[in-house]
């Protein structure tokens, strides 16, 4: 029985060393980009989602979380894309943009202590334009062809 298991996890060894050993060490660190891109989008969504909104300081975290948010996208618009994945860069640089704009909107829409609700949906349909970019690269990095690439929204 010991014997099974230990060739069992010797099998299963060789095989994660084979596999890992003929993949591209630039693939390698551009998925870990997009990994840890994702997770940092993840966990800040986690940070604005538990905001209290009647807190006193609820907008001032609010435009902290998207304040981390927009440096998050910055730095997914300045991935060196594999060259496989070239084609995608454009589309990481206009999220990047995008978010820019609605981060600032954002700002502009909250400042003075008070609220414009025009500025905000500005900023709202800049957000969005933001995401929508980044879920059509991830579609594509998994290989599949987005249903809605129409990027003029």
Do not use: W
């Not at 660190?29 to 989602?49: A, G, L, P, Q, Y």
């Not at 829409?109 to 349909?125: H, K, L, T, V």
């Amino acid at each position: 029985m010991k014997s099974k298991v230990c060739m069992l996890l010797t099998a299963v060894f060789v095989v994660f060393l084979l596999t890992a050993c003929g993949e591209d060490p630039e693939m390698i660190r551009f998925r870990k980009s997009i990994d840890d891109f994702c997770t940092k989008v993840s966990e800040i969504d986690t940070s604005i989602n538990n905001i209290d909104p009647d807190s006193d300081d609820a907008v001032e975290e609010l435009l902290n979380c998207l304040d981390e948010l927009d440096l998050a996208f910055q730095s997914f618009a300045k991935l060196d894309f594999p060259d496989e994945f070239d084609y995608l860069e454009d589309t990481a640089k206009e999220a990047g943009d995008y978010m820019s704009t609605a981060v600032e909107s954002f700002h502009e829409a909250y400042s003075d202590n008070s609220y414009d609700e025009s500025i905000a949906e500005y900023a709202q349909g800049n957000y969005n334009r933001a995401y929508k970019r980044i879920q059509i690269i991830i579609s594509f990095l998994h290989g599949k062809t987005p249903e809605d690439v129409d990027l003029t929204q």
